[in-house]
């Protein structure tokens, strides 16, 4: 992959302009709330009021006499995935398109699992998986991952979530944290989603641009299809033609919230033109409090 200034000029871009989220509401936050796989020994010491007699070593007791327990730490280990849209419908958007949106949130994932020492991978896709990086360590191989989302260029312009997210479930075999990033303006995904939800910790961050919410009335306009290319004329002047579009996307967005729901899958809704620090830190939020129930 040739790398020009512009694209390494962007990484700088983006490392410095979610060094302020990462250090502050992802650092602690992050850490507390996706835990390792498991806890492994770590060493045996005296007994000491309030330590979890669970954990008391008879032996060694015996042979001390004295109660001993064993000590455990967490064992971290975590890979993380980012599984990226970059179909075509993510270069729509006003100030900022879905898609740079979409970058700096995966960048800011990316540092925050870089801090905690976690494994990092990337799939972007579009009607399939068209690039897999698998899961490391190391800030040279972050820096790689935001290089090749600045940088790819697809293959498709067209969106095949199901596809997508079987072959995700094929690929990633150890349990993993996968963050799928997306408008989610698919055809039905909800069975490979189903898959990939039972065998690892989930979460869906939903991109999408204020616009595509809402038609403003300024007369005939030329519509494109940003995947297929197709064209149609609209009078936006048309009262029951607006009031008909927003019924069918609030109808979309609605059905797609009830299916995360319904998975149990946690869902993160960002907006282009909003900061993503509130979303995210609702979603924490509420993971914190299910973590501590």
Do not use: C
Request: charged fraction near 30%.
């Amino acid at each position: 992959m040739q790398e020009t200034k512009e694209v390494i000029k962007q990484v700088k871009k983006i490392e410095i302009s979610t060094k302020h989220l990462v250090d502050t509401l992802m650092a602690g936050n992050y850490h507390s709330v996706f835990k390792g796989q498991g806890i492994e020994f770590s060493e045996i010491r005296e007994y000491t009021p309030g330590d979890d007699i669970r954990t008391i070593d008879w032996k060694v007791t015996a042979r001390m006499h004295a109660p001993h327990v064993k000590e455990f730490i967490e064992e971290r280990d975590l890979r993380v995935f980012i599984v990226f849209d970059i179909s075509g419908s993510g270069n729509f958007g006003n100030n900022l398109t879905k898609k740079r949106k979409s970058i700096e949130l995966a960048a800011t994932l990316m540092f925050s699992a870089l801090r905690n020492n976690d494994n990092v991978g990337l799939f972007l896709f579009t009607d399939k998986v068209e690039l897999f990086v698998p899961a490391r360590k190391g800030r040279r191989h972050i820096l790689k991952l935001l290089r090749i989302l600045i940088s790819h260029q697809p293959q498709s312009m067209k969106t095949n979530l199901s596809n997508s997210l079987a072959s995700v479930s094929k690929i990633i075999k150890k349990r993993s944290i996968v963050f799928v990033i997306s408008d989610f303006f698919a055809d039905d995904f909800s069975a490979p989603l189903k898959v990939l939800r039972n065998k690892h910790d989930v979460i869906a961050v939903n991109i999408n641009d204020s616009r595509e919410m809402k038609i403003p009335d300024v007369g005939l306009i030329e519509l494109e299809d940003e995947e297929t290319g197709e064209q149609i004329l609209v009078n936006t002047s048309d009262e029951e033609f607006r009031e008909n579009y927003l019924n069918i996307i609030q109808k979309e967005r609605t059905k797609l919230h009830k299916l995360f729901q319904r998975m149990k899958i946690d869902l993160v809704s960002i907006q282009t033109d909003e900061s993503y620090e509130i979303p995210l830190k609702k979603f924490f939020h509420l993971r914190k409090m299910r973590v501590m129930h």
